[in-house]
């Protein structure tokens, strides 16, 4: 007579199933303790055998182990059901299939602007509330007529720009505050990007241009805005675009 050793958690009419197959087996009953034990091997032990053989019937022995460790530890498949319905509510399932790459740390914001007519001609301001971030960096600082180069990342492509700190003539102006701006030509890069994701603000730009105003704008309606953020390197901003919905 030949044996065979198991010492696994099986179903409970396994042995009345062995039994009538005119063999003989041999059990005992786990406490508590060596139950829940029993269960997490057999829940790694279902999952393996799914993952190998991909079949729906290993799928259910999978959720009948699942079912089984929920009662073991004072709940319900139930209850399982209920907190899994209100975690897909709040963060979605995965019917979308989505791919999670990296995810980067957003920096300091130092600047915040609505989308207006310069944003797609030459550049912006820097308001004075911000400029002390800039003056106090000493990569950044600039004195009047001085310009250094940096880089804006926007919608993911790296933009070179000049930051710039127009010349004042001291004399004539003891009291005017500095004027600090990012420059750039119509044809770089930057505003083609700012066109590409504020493309509605954009396109209502013609109706402006042909208008009797002097003064360039966009819709205000729109309420298109970016932030500029810090990133790693100094000379370097994350632009994070805020474009209506479609």
Known sequence: MSTIKYNKLVRDR???IIEASGKCCVCSTLSDEEYLAKLDEKLNEELAEYQESKSMEELA???EVIRAVAAARGSSI???EVIRRKKAAKRGRFEKRILLTEVQEMGICVYKKRVDWLLFKDGFAIPLEQQAFFQQNPVLATKPGERKDITLIIDGTPCSV???NLPINAEKNLEHAPIIQT??????????MFKRVFWKSWEDLPLEKSSATSQKRVRTDLKESFRMLTTDDPMTFMIECHPVED
């Open 14 to 16: 396994i042995p009345e």
């Open 162 to 164: 000049e930051l710039r």
């Open 183 to 192: 420059r750039y030509r119509p044809t770089d890069d930057a505003p083609q």
């Open 78 to 80: 139930e209850e399982v």
């Open 61 to 63: 022995d999978l959720l």
